[in-house]
Nanobody, 120 residues
Framework: QVQLVESGGGLVQPGGSLRLSCAAT????????MGWYRQAPGKQRELVAM???????NYAEFAKGRFTISRDNAKNTAYLQMNSLKPEDTAVYYC??????????????WGQGTQVTVSS
């Protein structure tokens, strides 16, 4: 059984920073892509950033220059460093990992979500 455990959300003032973490636990063979998504009230879930096993990254336009995704393959963990936060960044943030099984197929797993609130 694999679980993704998120941490690091909370309340921050505009212009502040937060660092989210997402650790995969359980029976893990290997992990392909790792990503972060977010969903604000009344809106669809959207991609924030993603990172390949080799460190290649892709960011949503709103995240470029402010957010940084990284990963520690030894710890099966992804991070999202968020700087210069704005009220419109308020959302539930979800991590998303593609786990590769021993026989080579990929399985998508989601974290439980962590609330990020940007407000003065």
């Amino acid at each position: 059984q694999v679980q993704l455990v998120e941490s690091g959300g909370g309340l921050v003032q505009p212009g502040g920073s937060l660092r989210l973490s997402c650790a995969a636990t359980g029976d893990i063979y290997s992990i392909d892509g790792m990503g972060w998504y977010r969903q604000a009230p009344g809106k669809q879930r959207e991609l924030v950033a993603m990172i390949t096993p080799g460190g290649g990254t892709n960011y949503a336009e709103f995240a470029k220059g402010r957010f940084t995704i990284s990963r520690d393959n030894a710890k099966n963990t992804a991070y999202l460093q968020m700087n210069s936060l704005k009220p419109e960044d308020t959302a539930v943030y979800y991590c998303n990992f593609v786990l590769i099984s021993r026989i080579g197929y990929g399985i998508v797993h989601w974290g439980q979500g962590t609330q990020v609130t940007v407000s003065s």
